[in-house]
């Protein structure tokens, strides 16, 4: 019988020890996860500040002096070539995709916004979705550039058969013309004549009838 109190306490005592060691057990847990929370707000506030920092230069080529914009350019450029780095490549595209300077050039920034996006994990989240519709932008803008220069060159071959066609009715009527002309001519030429020959009938002496004298 005394036995039964000394088991009843062990057993206490080993469920106290089990809840403490399972309280234990969960607090890191806990800490663990708010310590990973923390550097994803970092991270956040991060790539705002990234994005930010790509349009702001963006927006200092759009709207800047034409040395201003030149600055930006030779500066962005600069640091392009020294160390190629995927984010630089990306500021770079972004600077020359920008229209509205003299260094625009879409064609390379599309070059260089696909060869970024054909290594997405070289970049952050944030820099992967500004590449991405950067790299629409361009696409789009291409295609409407397309568009036009095939209307103006539809317009150009249409005007000029309008106008190939208007010098072939020009000259034929011109042709027409002499050739009406010429015939006119020809005909008062045979006017003349017949008058020319009416009135030299009309100056013959008259004979007079034959059994008459005068």
Sequence with gaps: MPRKPLASSLLVAS??????????GTLPIKRSRDS?????????????????????????????TPAEQAEVLANVSN?????????????YA???????????????AQRLLREVLASPETLL???????????????????LQADVRRLQTGAERATNERIAQLTKRLTTE?????????????????LDAIANIEGSANKRPQQPPEGRKP
């Design 15 to 24: 469920l106290a020890a089990a809840l403490v060691a399972g309280c234990g």
């Design 36 to 64: 990973q929370a923390l550097p994803s707000i970092d991270r956040d506030a991060t790539e705002s500040t990234l994005i930010a920092n790509y349009l702001d230069t963006c927006l200092k080529v759009a709207r800047g």
């Design 125 to 143: 989240p944030a820099e992967r979705a500004l590449a991405f519709l950067q790299l629409q932008q361009v696409e789009r803008q291409q295609s």
């Design 94 to 108: 972004m600077v020359l995709s920008t229209p509205g300077h003299a260094g625009s050039d879409p064609v390379v």
């Design 79 to 91: 640091d392009y070539h020294a160390a190629p780095a995927p984010s630089k490549v990306l500021r």
């Design 174 to 190: 011109s042709e027409e013309n002499t050739r009406l002309k010429r015939a006119l001519a020809d005909a008062q030429a045979k």
